[in-house]
């Protein structure tokens, strides 16, 4: 009978302490006649007095989906821009405070589509500060709440909206989009603590089947599973029950001769 190869790989599916995306997509809205934006490669905010006739409000929004951090692990999440000199022809930076908020709708950044009336925040975020002075340096605020609503799929994720916090007080800021290659809109997020290790996985060869144990205690969440490569693809191992403080489950080498097997926490 051919032997079985075999090998037992505990591992954490979330791990990294800190992740930081770049943004999905981005853009800019301009308010003057309903007319779509004119910087495809910069996030212009800015205030130009009653009625806002050539206000300028931006979308950005963060591809949360698979983050390696779950939701009821994040510590802290900032939202960073990178801030450039305004074009001239629209005068010179103005310094400020820009407003954050949760976009409400989905949007996209194809023209003519995207249209000031697309536009739809709530919920405050608070305020990202840009003093003067501040071209070509990060500026960042604190999104935590926002990003663990997002996460854990308490609110849906339409990305953040930014305008100036009064549009009739003069405001002319503009930051990199996700066009300028190592200066795109960031969100940083870090995990609150270490994450914890998985509990010990033990293997018994009887006769020509083998036992897999570990420990129930502190076990909730971690899922046995198994693979013929450690490449994956990884599939759950189901059936086990409990003995004498442990989860146990019986198996069989595979037609390849090797398993491998991880505890493994979604």
Known sequence: MRSAILMLACSLTATGDTVTLTSAKDSDIYSYS??????????????SGAGSPHSQRSLIQFNLTGLAIPSGEIGAAKLRLF??????????????????????????????????NHFLAADSAGLLVVPAGSSGSWTEIDV?????????????????????????????????????????P???????????????????ATGNSFDLRWPVADSGGWVLQTAESLAGPWTQVIGATQSSGSWQVSAAPNASGRGFFRLSKP
């Not at 709440?145 to 609110?155: F, R």
């Not at 009064?166 to 200066?183: K, Q, W």
């Not at 960031?186 to 033990?202: C, E, G, S, Y």
């Open 34 to 47: 309903d007319r779509p934006t004119g910087t495809t490669s910069t996030l212009g905010i800015n205030s």
């Open 83 to 116: 801030v450039v000199p305004p074009d001239p022809a629209f005068g010179a930076l103005t310094p400020g405070n820009v407003e954050v908020f949760r976009q409400t709708a989905a949007w996209t950044i194809t023209n003519p589509t995207l249209r000031w």
């Open 144 to 184: 935590t709440p926002l990003v663990v609503a997002w996460a854990s799929g308490g609110v849906a994720n339409h990305g953040f909206a930014l305008q100036a916090q009064s549009e009739s007080i003069a405001l002319n800021v503009t930051f990199a989009s996700m066009e300028f290659p190592g200066y795109a």
């Open 186 to 204: 960031q969100l940083v997020i870090t995990r609150a603590v270490a994450p914890a290790a998985p509990p010990a996985l033990t293997l018994t």
